[in-house]
C-alpha cells in the first residue's frame, strides 16, 4: 500500500490550499482516511478523517467550519480543502489509512503517506 500526499505550498494568511492524498496497491473499502499534521517541535495532531463511504466526517476542532475533507472513491484519493489560514496552520501535512473503527488516534493508522509542507505566511 502507498500514499501519495501532494498539494503543500507557501501561501498567505487567509488564503487557501488543497491537499490531495492517492492511494495504491490495495482494494481500498471499508476505510478510514484521515489527514494528520505535525508542526516542528510538536506532536503530530489529527485534522479530520472521512470513512469509505464518504458520510462519515470528523474534524479538529482547530480546524471545524474552516477545511474540508472529501474523497474520490474511484480514483481513490482523499482532499483536503483548507480555507482561511492561518500561521498556526502551519504544518508538514500527512495522510493516512486504516481499516475498521473510525478514530483520531494517530498510532491506529496502519498505512501513511510522506507527508507535504504547508506554509503560511503572516
Known amino acids: 500500500v502507498q500514499l501519495q500526499a501532494s498539494g503543500g505550498g507557501l501561501v498567505q494568511a487567509g488564503g487557501s490550499l488543497r491537499l490531495s492524498c492517492s492511494a495504491s496497491?490495495?482494494?481500498?473499502?471499508?476505510?478510514?482516511m484521515a489527514w494528520f499534521r505535525q508542526a516542528p517541535g510538536k506532536v503530530r495532531e489529527f485534522v479530520a478523517y472521512?470513512?469509505?463511504?464518504?458520510?462519515?466526517?470528523y474534524y479538529a476542532d482547530s480546524v471545524k467550519g474552516r477545511f474540508t475533507i472529501s474523497r474520490d472513491s474511484a480514483k481513490n484519493t482523499v482532499y483536503l480543502q483548507m480555507n482561511s489560514l492561518t500561521p498556526e496552520d502551519t504544518a508538514v501535512y500527512y495522510c493516512?489509512?486504516?481499516?475498521?473503527?473510525?478514530?483520531?488516534?494517530?498510532?491506529?493508522?496502519?498505512?501513511w503517506g510522506q507527508g507535504t509542507q504547508v506554509t503560511v505566511s503572516s
Open positions: 493516512a489509512v486504516k481499516y475498521g473503527a473510525l478514530t483520531t488516534i494517530a498510532t491506529s493508522y496502519t498505512y
Open positions: 472521512i470513512n469509505w463511504g464518504g458520510i462519515s466526517k
Open positions: 496497491g490495495r482494494t481500498f473499502s471499508s476505510y478510514v
